[in-house]
Each structure stands twice: as C-alpha cells, then as structure tokens.
C-alpha cells in the first residue's frame, strides 16, 4: 500500500466482517484511522484484533440517528481538522417481501445505508475539496443492479447509493477528489459462515467463479482506489463478487 502518512481516514462499520479486512489494511499504515462499529462490544472485538498503536481511534456511533452522525463528524473537524478519505462501509438488512415491509424497516435501512453515507460526505468533502485531494469509497452490493427478491428496501438504498457516488464524482472532479463504490457479492465472514453446508453449495452454484470471496478481496480494491495511482478513476462502481453481476 503506497504511503498514507498524514492522512486521516475514516472507516464505517469497521467492526463487520468486510470492515475488519478494511481495517486491518490500513491499520499497518502511517495514516491516522477514525473506525467507527454500531456497539461498543463490537469495537472492543475490533481493537483486540488490531494493532495496539497510537493512530488508531475507534467510536462507537448509532448512525441510524442523523443526529449522532451530525455530532461525530462535527467533533473529528474541531479535534482533527477533517477527514481526507471516506470509506462508507456501514450497511444493515432488514429482508421481508415488500407487502409485508413495515415503514420502519424501510427507513432504518436507508438511514445507515445511504442517509449517514450522505451526512458524512457532505460534511467532509469541503475540506477535501479545499485541499485539492480526497477519496471517497461507497461499499455498495451487487444486488444494487441486479435486484434481489424480500431486500426492496437494501436493493433501494444501495441504488440511492450508487446515484450518490456517480453525481458527487462529477461535482467534484476538478478537485483532485475521487468518488467511487464497490459492489461485493457474497463475501465469506462471520455472517456466512453460519450458513449450513447446503446453503453455502446452493450459492456457490450461482456464482460463475464457483465461490465466495474474501473481505481482502475488497480491502485491496479499496487501498488502490484510495491511492495515487487510482486519481484518475472516479464515478465507477466496480463489481467484485466472482461474476455473479453477469448472471
């Protein structure tokens, strides 16, 4: 990873099985990390896993609540100055088939999936843009194109997330600033590994590559995007998820 020494970088979600491997990147660099989990016995299982070092600072906010975003990003600005790399990584399900979805299932999966994504940039970006150079990375899902039957609300918001991605890319351009997404599909965590042995078989089936990805998969992605070499990519929602976007 190329050298990320003075850089304050920002990790949502940072305590799920994606955010770990983002974490753990970037926890070996010079770069000061602002991880934030939704609990604190999350972050508590995070800092055992990482690097006892001075640049690493975890939080634990609810960013469901726009308040609690609100006020997290506007203490990292009076303590830290701002953030120069935005890695909005936080998302949440809430499945059910959409007749049946309550409104309050909606809303909490557009607060964390788009909603604190858009305060955290919107806070963030005028310090990026005023010093000609940032990056932004939206973890986003492969069913943002493609649909997925009981995850209206996911799917929806994670499209919304996309949107954001591509119009901020363009409004920014001229910055030195950088907005990309990520679309994983299946990634091998915590979560699934609960899964039965069938359960796993009738999802590798669907994926051309025949199997699950990793959360380095992603990490990596996101450490080139967020490098030098990657300042002249912007707007792109990549797919990483094994070819299952083509099926």
Same mark, same amino acid.
């Given at each position: ?120 940039? &919107? !806070? ?7 010093? %000609?150079? *940032?990056?932004?990375?939206? =973890? $986003? @899902?492969? +069913? ?56 796993? &078989? !009738? ?7 025949? %199997?699950? *990805?990793?959360?380095?998969? =992603? $990490? @990596?992605? +996101? ?25």
């Amino acid at each position: 990873m190329n050298n990320l020494e003075n850089l304050n970088i920002l990790i949502t979600g940072a305590s799920g099985g994606i955010g770990t491997s983002l974490s753990m990147a970037f926890a070996s660099t010079n770069a000061k990390l602002f991880l934030i989990g939704s609990s604190q016995d999350k972050i508590s299982k995070l800092q055992k896993k990482l690097p006892s070092r001075d640049n690493i600072n975890y939080f634990s906010v609810d960013l469901s609540e726009r308040e609690n975003v609100n006020n997290f990003c506007d203490s990292i600005i009076d303590q830290y100055g701002g953030i120069n790399v935005i890695i909005n990584n936080a998302g949440i399900t809430e499945d059910n088939l959409f007749m049946r979805m309550s409104e309050n299932s909606w809303d909490k999966v557009f607060a964390i999936n788009i909603d604190a994504s858009m305060i955290i940039c &919107r !806070k963030f970006i005028r310090g990026m843009v005023k010093n %000609k150079w *940032g990056r932004i990375v939206n =973890i $986003s @899902s492969v +069913v943002a194109s493609t649909g997925n039957p009981g995850q209206s609300n996911y799917v929806a918001a994670k499209s919304a997330l996309n949107g954001l991605t591509k119009s901020l890319a363009l409004e920014v351009a001229t910055r030195g600033v950088t907005v990309n997404s990520i679309s994983p599909g299946f990634i091998d965590t915590a979560m699934t590994a609960k899964l039965t042995d069938d359960q796993k &078989r !009738k999802i590798t089936e669907k994926i051309p590559m025949g %199997k699950m *990805g990793t959360g380095e998969d =992603i $990490s @990596s992605l +996101v450490s080139f995007l967020v490098s030098n070499e990657a300042g002249y990519i912007t707007g792109q929602n990549i797919h990483v998820n094994g070819g299952l976007f083509l099926t």
